[in-house]
């Protein structure tokens, strides 16, 4: 099967990162597509880049499913257009927060969520809501490390990442950690042998889901909000992205 997984924001080297994760668990026959769009912010750090970031990405959405993906992943915790997404592409459509959200609920009665910034915590809160999972979050927790301190392994990042998690078992009494945001994808495995509990990576989580909606062969309904857009003109710069 071809996954087509879309880092929603511009920078390249944080798609490699991505696309990297996603191979690390996926099945032998299964071929990962990683892509970015070329317009938009170089990181997703609030409700203002999330806005910039959708018309690119679905573009990229659009590009992938012509080109026969079985399914697509947002790579944003944030699960940045995802409603959207959903109701353009042809494929199913996984974000990595609501992956990571549902994996956690798995095997942990609490969990907790480390970000990045504070100004991603209240996005990631009505995600929660919206998903009907609030209830199983203890807490979201900001590193504040920017996105972009991410792209190499920075020491000083893992350590505030590390404390944030030391900090939610300590007093949040979580028994597993969701990772919010698609470039700490390379150091769930570490985190979790370092604090002896599941530490969820939403790239990983996303790439395991999408295989089995693929093999179970469901895609999404269009009897609701996800129905085809009616086709219209858009304008400007938006008329590439008309339905």
């Not at 590193?143 to 792209?151: G, K, S």
């Amino acid at each position: 099967m071809r996954l087509h997984v879309v880092n929603p924001n511009t920078t390249a080297s944080m798609t490699a990162k991505i696309a990297a994760a996603a191979r690390g668990v996926a099945l032998a026959d299964t071929v990962i597509d990683a892509r970015q769009p070329a317009m938009g912010p170089v990181s997703i750090e609030g409700f203002y880049d999330e806005a910039f970031a959708v018309p690119g990405m679905l573009g990229c959405i659009r590009e992938a499913d012509r080109d026969g993906a079985d399914a697509h992943i947002i790579a944003c915790f944030d699960d940045t257009g995802l409603d959207a997404a959903r109701a353009v592409a042809k494929a199913p459509v996984i974000g990595i927060g609501e992956a990571g959200f549902h994996m956690a609920s798995l095997v942990a009665a609490r969990f907790a969520v480390v970000t990045t910034l504070g100004v991603s915590i209240v996005p990631i809160e009505h995600n929660l809501t919206k998903y009907g999972l609030a209830d199983r979050c203890a807490r979201v927790r900001a590193a504040e490390v920017p996105v972009l301190a991410l792209e190499e392994r920075n020491a000083d990042a893992l350590g505030k990442i590390s404390a944030e998690i030391t900090a939610a078992i300590r007093d949040d009494r979580a028994e597993a950690i969701v990772l919010g945001c698609a470039g700490m994808a390379d150091l769930a495995a570490e985190l979790a042998a370092t604090h002896g509990l599941p530490v969820v990576d939403g790239v990983a989580a996303a790439v395991t889901l999408a295989e089995s909606l693929v093999r179970l062969g469901l895609k999404t309904s269009r009897l609701g909000p996800y129905a085809a857009p009616r086709p219209k003109t858009y304008s400007g710069p938006f008329s590439p992205f008309q339905p």
